[in-house]
C-alpha cells in the first residue's frame, strides 16, 4: 500500500530529526531515521501491523523508545499523521 505523510508528519519528523542530532550526533539521528523508513516499508506491506490507537481508525507504530508515529489506513494509501515524544503520549 502507498505511503503519504502529511505535512504535520513532515514537520515533527523533521523536528525530533533536529532534536536527536543536536542532542546524540549524526549518527544516532541517522539510526533514527532508518529505523522509521525500515517501519514505514514494513507499514506498506502489512498496514495492519501495529496496534490500533484510541483515535477511531489510526494506529501507533514505535519507531524507538522515545519516539511514536500515528497513521491512518485509508482505501489505497496509508496516511502517516504525525511523530511524537513517548513521553508525551497525546491522546493514544
Known amino acids: 500500500m ?3 505523510w502529511t505535512e504535520n508528519a513532515h514537520f ?6 533536529t532534536q536527536i542530532e543536536n ?5 544516532i539521528a541517522l539510526e ?20 490500533e490507537s484510541s483515535i477511531p481508525n489510526t494506529r501507533h ?12 489506513i485509508g482505501l489505497d494509501a ?3 499523521l504525525f511523530f511524537f515524544d513517548n513521553r508525551q503520549e497525546p491522546f493514544i
Not at 533514527?32 to 496496534?51: C, G, M, R, V
Not at 507504530?61 to 491512518?72: D, G, H, N
Open 12 to 17: 515533527t519528523f523533521d523536528s525530533i530529526l
Open 78 to 80: 496509508v496516511l502517516i
Open 32 to 51: 533514527f531515521y532508518l529505523a522509521t523508513h525500515q517501519k514505514i516499508t514494513l507499514i506498506e506491506a502489512n498496514p495492519y501491523l501495529y496496534k
Open 23 to 27: 542532542k546524540w550526533g549524526e549518527e
Open 61 to 72: 507504530a514505535v519507531i524507538s523508545k522515545q519516539t511514536s508515529m500515528l497513521y491512518e
Open 2 to 4: 502507498r505511503v503519504v
